[in-house]
């Protein structure tokens, strides 16, 4: 029974027993124009049922506390909860962003030394631990790109060149920062098509953005050529650092000739995220760009730490200092694991993503078909045959209790089933998906009426997606009538 069906007027949660001080008249504490003329027409319950009605909507939810969780490009692993209990405590969830420095020396030592540990992940001088999200993390970095070219007096740059296999931010991001995209297009084995990229490269070239492993999971061997392609012309690369999960303590952004690095601490570094924030998109940018970095930034000196701002920096890009609940997370994820710990999750997600991958294939096409990195793209063109579509088979997932993998991602597979594993699922999971795949499959061929209705087990069937992303109702509100 709902929470609206189980009201009756005058319930109560609990009472308060008789006032033993004088009573303060209503009209002293507000004003009589802003009291309300009748009551607010909420559900009058008891304790139990407010608690029963919050559990069972969070019951329909999926997150990766409740089981698999294989989005590609998103990172969804599972977070340890003692990073939760740190971030809980009271020496940090209580500061105030208006206090003086000498009062949060222990928040500024963590900050300082986060951002120390993020350059030494991305092989690069210096970090900013203010923007928002990864996407925020590429304005940012574009802005420095484009005020480091400006300095130089080489403001006619405003082309970047983005692979078609790119996350759409990127684009997006470059538009904000008034600059036109070229997109480079992918070669036969996944990667950067090298030739046409030299051509598009030139004098105009801002920079390129580029994740590697790229958005197909596969790593780009040609990197070391394309950043002299880059580099030669005056331009500077920037790393989309969404899939960090896969070269952790293996191999540095910065060695591969990249210039600036974003993190997505809330998929990388154990923020718990899908519910829309809040996130953390620290950039990391080589010594030349380091004076442009936005301010506020830590610094250690022998009196503590300060707060100071870069010679030439671009201003600020986020009120206060970030989201620093997130900079605890990462910094506890960071030391609890250390740098043996960093290089052993990268490791992990990779197998685990070759495992997956080889074990599909016999049921679901592969399109590049290369040793992975910690993710990796099927197409559901073998399922198409039977009417099925890649939609279908990821809704059919859900019956399983397993979250859909990314679908229609990268655009340049047809019926694209985006799948990441990451490193924090045992091997008896990942069997479990396997099988719950090779179900479907058979059921595309066997029964594929049961696939198109899918999912049959979740509290909602299939939903007018486009209505619940611009018109979600997310507030319950009490009808005329209740409030007469
Ligand atoms: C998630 C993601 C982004 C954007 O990051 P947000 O933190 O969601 O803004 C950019 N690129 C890739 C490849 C991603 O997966």
New binding site residues.
Partial sequence: MSIFDSSAVGRRAYRFPDLDVPEVGLDELIPREHQRQSPPGLPEVSEVEVVRHFTQLSRKNHGVDVDFYPLG??TMKYNPKINEDMAALSGFNRLHPYQTENTVQGALALMHDLAGYLSAIAGLASTTLQPA????GELTGLMIMREFQRHRGDEQRDEVIIPDSA?G??PASAMMVGCRVREVPTDSRGGVDVSALREMAGPKTLGLML?NPN?LGVFDENILEIAEIIHQVGGLLYY?G??ANAILGMVRPGDMGFDIVHF?L??TFSTPHGGGGP?S?PISVSEELTPFLPYPLVTKTASGYEFFRPAQTIGRVKAFYGNFGVLVRAYAYVRTIGADGMRQISETAVLHANYLMRRLQKSFYLPYDRHCMHEFVLSGMNQKAFGIRTLDIAKRLLDHGIHAPTVYFPLIVDEAIMVEPTETETKETLDRFIDAMYAIAAEAEANPDLLKDAPHSTPIGRLDEAAAARRPVVRWEASVEDEA
């Avoid at 999200?133 to 925020?136: I, N, Q, R």
């Fill in positions: 490009s998103c999200a990864g996407a925020h996350h931010t990127n994740t958005t989309d969404a899939n997505n809330h998929k996130g998109g």
